[in-house]
């Protein structure tokens, strides 16, 4: 079954510190994973997306690695902001034979602090 | 945000009764979706299109139809509402499948 994983749960940090949010999947086969910003009370954001021969993609603080090897994506965030406070979602793309699928992950909140 | 609008933002209605929920975009996007998001799940397809009057099913599509009779709109129809189907609703498009959706504000629909 084609399952997208992500950790931590939820995870608080101080301004300025860095973090990183893991995705595990088991999806196949494999087309592409995306990473996706969700403030409260609004739809998500594209932060990146990445496809097999691709294992880094940064978007200015945001930098995604991608392992296909493991299955392992992670989301690193440098010199964390009050405004990164949000909801942050792991996609994995599939092929299928009529187009593709996507799996949600059910996020990771994370809460930056003063 | 990219041109999506979505309308109404906010709903409550009682059980039994037919709803209506509007996607509006003005990216000329190919695709557009629906989605469902629910405390304990990854959002959750309802339904899809690929074109004027192409439509597809998702993997909750049960209880819900759509309609795309224009390239800028994607309507979504609760024929009967039932508490189940409390939920924030999402619609979203993209240029092509294997680019990067853009999602619109969402609806918080209550069904009492």
Redesign the interface.
């Known amino acids: 079954k084609n399952q997208v994983e992500q950790s931590p749960q939820s995870l608080i940090i101080l301004e300025g510190k860095n973090c990183t949010l893991q995705c595990n999947y088991t999806v196949s086969p494999f087309s592409n994973l995306r990473w996706y910003k969700q403030d409260t009370g609004r739809g998500p954001v594209s932060l990146t997306i990445m496809t097999f021969s691709e294992n880094t993609k940064s978007n200015g603080r945001y930098t995604a690695t991608l392992d296909a090897d493991t299955k392992q994506s992670s989301l690193h965030i440098t010199a964390s902001q009050l405004s990164d406070s949000a909801s942050y979602i792991c996609v994995v793309s599939a092929q299928k034979q009529a187009g593709t699928a996507l799996i949600f992950g059910k996020g990771t909140t994370l809460s930056v602090s003063s | 945000?990219a041109g999506?609008t979505q309308s109404p933002r906010h709903k409550v209605t009682e059980t039994g009764t037919p709803v209506t929920l509007r996607c509006h975009q003005t990216e000329n996007h190919r695709y557009m979706y629906w989605y469902r998001q629910d405390p304990?799940?990854?959002?959750?397809?309802i339904h899809y299109s690929?074109g004027v009057k192409d439509t597809d099913k998702g993997e909750v599509s049960d209880g819900y139809s759509v309609s795309r009779s224009k390239t800028e709109d994607f309507l979504l129809t609760l024929e009967s509402a039932t508490s189940s189907q409390t939920s924030v609703y999402?619609c979203?498009t993209s240029h092509s499948?294997?680019?990067?959706?853009?999602?619109?504000?969402?609806t918080q629909l209550s069904v009492l």
């Open positions: 945000d999506i304990g799940h990854g959002l959750r397809l690929y999402f979203a499948l294997n680019e990067k959706l853009f999602f619109g504000s969402g």
